[in-house]
């Protein structure tokens, strides 16, 4: 998986973290954190610009700041950050963009309760590589309370733990007045400043460093750094020091000392002691000798030390004499110890000057810039030795005669020297046009100042045209440009000889030009030249004689040399109190004085009031030109605005366009809907009527379930009439005989003899009329049961139509909601794309045409 899917799936498990905080989004995001922390390449990521890792990083401090986290995803996350913080860019991003310190203090802070908790070391060590070199604003949150943990911890006697503090609480100290008064300002700092006394007697180096360095930068100009740091205790100080930059722990103690002994210099009475220390030549001595075989850091850190001793003048010399003389004496009494070394055998020891031209002589890329700072010092020593040089390279060859390398030791510094200067220049060369566009932008005061910076960048340009790609183009577009007028001008009527050469020979590369503004620059030339004359003019007028005795006349007439003559004369004149006047003038001496006092008063308040409006003029011109550098970037940044609005335009557009397509699709799939909508309605009118048809069928259907229950009673009735003439039949049957017989004894009864055949023919039409109702009532139940079975049906039917009416009418509801939304989305790209083309009216027309 490559970089940027890692980014993605960690932003992915903050952004589920940060929304829902459960075990399983913790699990994943801690998973997610420890495959960034063994894969992710950190080289340039912060520094990069990019958005991806900027909100990973953003989420990570926001999640290692919330109290809820766990505290093992808090440790992993710092252990993350601590490995993206590996070099000094992304360290000042953490502190300054990412606001991490105020996040690891407020981490600390919940935790201070159990500060031997592996969480707090880890992001003590965190802080402490955070803070190094960077202050720390005393407004940040929870620097108090960090202040508090580190001053409680460092009296707890915990070695685990205050090694770590003292570090952090010496970042936190050096170059920051504000938090060094509130530390002063505690009522506890006097045990704590017994703490760190005590800490000074401390079996570790490390320890000692980090004290000495919070004492120095709480204490350095009080009673007690007095106290500390006096004479009777700075020797042991200083040695102290340079033991632990010569016998330290490590890079991280040298640096530390380095830094301490770089502060102490930087007081005078301090650096005057280190002047009249009597070791100071033998532990410088030891101190080059680091940079023998050190890794860049240690390196980096003694040039330092180096650069800042050459700071002092009473030590450069001294430091100079270190570096082009033999080892130093306690290094050489050692060598005469340890057996097999020097002239017989074994490894020998390397001069100073030596170790100093390898560094000089490394690649200019490095991280921590040892060729230049190695550069510079050799430019400090080689102002301080080149008179007197071949001096000490006699005397050490006639010491070391095995060694003739050194009889050419100047020769070899100056080349290496020379050398590293060409790579210096070579790397300035790159910049060097927008330098020389930043110096004539600034060269709207054309002073003499502005004029010279102007010529020496371009006779930089001109010498180094051949070297350099794309120079000698530069350096002709350059010396076309009309902003050249003013510097040429003031150059060639300069009073400087330098100025008026240089002036001259970029004059001769840029007449042959095309483009060479020539008739401006002889308006510029004239324009000056007047101007002088002009004030060459008023300040003989300052001067000049109106009335004058009539043995001795002042005329300004002749020319401005005889003027200027007659003017020194009599001033000349007026000083030795005219001593050279006849005596019948004596009276007429005091009135030319009067004369001349008044008019040298009037003209100094004159000139008082120029002076006055030529500084304003001097600020309203510097205002000017501050005003054109700051329309100039508005320009610029205006035009970036243009470009980027010209470019969110177009997204917009193209946004809007995709839009409009699924605008169209929407309204489509809203016309397919409205269709169905109406063929749904219809359907509904149509089972409306169904409903209206079912139940007058359903009354029918009561109605012939009455009569069929009428003709059920009847034909019940039918049905016991039939029984009854059944058995009237079987007893008439039965009967008859007997009723033969009787019949002629009882008259009476001949009656029911004669209408018995009517009963009969009565009871056939009744079965016949049974057995019509009988059918007419099975049709009727069949015609029921399929009127029931087709009801059922368009019940069933009605009750599907509704589920899908009312599932289609909830669609309607949504689809209209989504358009309404879509239509509002589409109002504000159109407001947008409306501003935009407002904003971008005029100026950026053709830049932003679609």
């Known amino acids: 998986m490559d970089m940027t899917m890692c980014l993605k799936s960690l932003l992915l498990a ?56 766990c505290p093992v995803l808090v440790g992993t996350i710092v252990a993350l950050l601590a490995q993206l913080a590996h070099d000094e860019d992304s360290r000042e991003m953490l502190h300054s963009s990412y606001n991490l310190t105020s996040t690891l203090a407020s981490v600390i ?12 070391l880890q992001c003590l060590q965190v802080l402490q590589k955070l803070t190094y070199n960077t202050r720390v604003f005393h407004s940040t949150n929870y620097i108090h309370e960090l202040i508090a943990f580190l001053m409680t911890n460092i009296q707890s006697h915990n070695d685990d ?22 530390i002063k300002s505690l009522d506890n700092v006097k045990a704590f400043y017994r703490t760190l006394v005590n800490f ?28 500390l740091f006096d004479a009777k205790n700075i020797h042991q100080t200083f040695q102290l020091v340079f033991n632990i930059i010569v016998n330290g722990d490590g890079t991280l103690t040298r640096k530390y000392s380095v830094d301490l002994l770089v502060d102490l210099l930087k007081s005078p009475k301090i650096a005057d002691y280190l002047t009249r220390y009597e070791h100071f030549s033998a532990c410088v001595s030891q101190v080059m000798g680091l940079l023998h075989g050190k890794e860049p850091d240690s390196a980096a ?7 800042a001793v050459c700071s002092v003048s009473g030590l450069r010399a001294l430091l100079c004499g270190v570096v082009f003389q033999p080892a130093g004496p306690r290094l050489r009494a050692g060598l005469g110890r340890r057996p097999g070394a020097g002239r017989d055998g074994g490894p020998k020891p390397e001069q100073p000057g030596v170790s100093l031209l390898r560094w000089l002589s490394g690649p200019l890329e490095s991280a921590e810039s040892c060729s230049l700072k190695a550069l510079q010092l050799f430019s400090e020593l080689l102002e301080v030795r080149w008179p007197c040089w071949d001096t000490p390279v006699q005397r050490f060859s006639d010491r070391y005669h095995f060694d003739p390398g050194w009889l050419v030791l100047n020769q070899v510094c100056v080349c290496v020297v020379l050398n590293q200067v060409c790579l210096v220049l070579n790397q300035l060369c790159v910049v060097l046009n927008q330098l020389c566009v930043c110096v004539c932008v600034c060269c709207g005061v054309f002073s003499q100042v502005f004029a010279e910076a102007v010529l020496k960048t371009l006779d930089l340009m001109s010498k180094l045209r051949g070297q350099v790609k794309d120079m000698e183009t530069s350096f002709y577009r350059m010396l076309q440009d009309q902003r050249m007028v003013s510097p040429f001008s003031v150059a060639l009527t300069s009073h400087h000889r330098d100025t008026v050469q240089t002036g001259l020979a970029l004059l001769v590369e840029a007449t042959p030009l095309p483009d060479f503004p020539s008739l401006i620059l002889g308006e510029s030339i004239a324009a000056n030249n007047a101007y002088r004359q002009r004030e060459l003019e008023l300040s003989v007028k300052r001067v000049a004689v109106e009335e004058v005795p009539p043995t001795r006349s002042f005329t300004l007439s002749d020319s401005s040399n005889s003027s200027t003559k007659s003017v020194n004369s009599l001033i000349e004149k007026m000083q030795n109190g005219f001593e050279v006047c006849e005596p019948g003038e004596d009276v007429r001496v005091s009135e030319i004085i009067d004369v001349y006092e008044q008019k040298l008063s009037a003209l100094a308040a004159k000139e008082s009031r120029l002076q006055d409006l030529l500084e304003a003029k001097a600020l309203a011109l510097s205002q000017a030109d501050r005003l054109i550098a700051q329309n100039r970037q508005q320009k610029a940044q205006a035009e970036a605005e243009a470009r980027q609005l010209g470019s969110l335009l177009k997204e917009a557009a ?3 366009e995709q839009l409009q397509a699924e605008l169209g699709s929407q309204v489509q799939e809203v016309e397919r809907s409205r269709a169905d909508t109406q063929e749904l309605l219809q359907h509904n009118g149509r089972l409306q009527q169904d409903s209206l048809e079912h139940q007058a069928l359903k009354g029918a259907y009561n109605t012939l379930l009455s009569r069929s229950h009428a003709h059920t009673t009847r034909t019940h009735t039918h049905t016991r009439i039939c029984t009854h003439a059944v058995t009237h039949t079987y007893t008439l049957t039965h009967s008859v005989p007997q009723w033969g017989e009787a019949a002629l004894t009882l008259s009476p009864r001949c009656v029911c003899v004669c209408v018995f055949p009517a009963l009969r023919e009565q009871l056939k039409a009744g079965e016949v009329q049974a057995k019509e109702k009988e059918r007419e009532r099975r049709e009727l139940e069949e015609t029921v049961d399929m009127l029931r079975k087709e009801l059922n049906k368009t019940e069933q039917a009605r009750k599907d139509a509704n589920i899908r009416a009312s599932s289609l009418e909830l669609q309607k509801d949504q689809v209209a909601v989504k358009l309404k939304q879509k239509e509002d989305e589409l109002n504000k790209h159109s407001a947008m794309i409306a501003m935009i083309h407002s904003l971008s009216s005029g100026k950026t027309k053709n830049d932003l045409s679609l």
């Open 301 to 307: 850190k003694v040039l330092e030390l180096l650069l």
């Open 14 to 69: 903050i952004q589920q973290h940060r929304d829902c905080m459960s075990t399983q989004t913790t699990a994943k995001l801690q998973k997610q954190v420890e495959v960034n922390l063994s894969g992710l390449k950190c080289d340039q990521l912060l520094s990069s610009g990019k958005m991806l890792p900027s909100e990973c990083v953003s989420g990570l401090v926001e999640v290692a700041g919330n109290p809820n986290s």
């Open 109 to 120: 802070h919940q935790h201070s309760a159990t500060p031997g908790e592996p969480l707090v």
């Open 654 to 656: 193209r946004r809007r």
């Open 161 to 182: 733990i205050t090694m770590p503090c003292l570090g952090l609480m010496a970042n936190l100290c050096r170059y920051n007045h504000s938090i060094q008064g509130h």
């Open 200 to 227: 000074l007697a401390h079996n570790s180096l490390t320890v000692v460093v980090f004290t000495l360095s919070i004492l120095a930068g709480l204490t350095l100009n009080d009673k007690v750094g007095e106290k």
